[in-house]
């Protein structure tokens, strides 16, 4: 059984990756790191009537498991990148990086028959 997950550790992780301001490593486009919530979005248990955003920006930054932990992956450094909130949502839990491919054009996604 894997070693329970630690909130200090994932922050330093977190601060670590972002440090070096690297490409979603699921798309390879830029992230804007100062994104936060998308302006105007609420959720649906939203009941600040000063409230100016609260959903998180799809194009936030967020730290992507390569290998899922969930299918085995390590929560090591050497198994998170830097990822859009929206590619990591559509990447899920997959080890073959999903329905994303980076838009250099220089991946392809294998065959399915």
Not at 21 to 49: F, M
Not at 79 to 84: G, L, S, W
Not at 93 to 103: A, C, E, K, Q, S
Request: with cysteine.
């Amino acid at each position: 059984m894997p070693a329970p997950r630690n909130t200090a550790i994932r922050d330093r992780h977190r601060a670590t990756i972002a440090r070096g301001k690297p490409p979603c490593g699921i798309c390879g486009d830029t992230i804007d790191y100062s994104l936060t919530v998308a302006p105007g979005e609420h959720g649906k248990r939203c009941t600040g009537p000063t409230c100016t955003g609260c959903v998180p920006h799809p194009m936030s930054y967020v730290v992507d498991h390569v290998i899922p932990v969930n299918r085995g992956g390590p929560d090591i450094l050497a198994n998170k990148q830097a990822a859009h909130r929206m590619c990591n949502r559509a990447k899920s839990d997959r080890t073959d990086g999903g329905p994303i491919l980076r838009r250099s054009g220089s991946l392809t996604r294998p065959n399915r028959t």
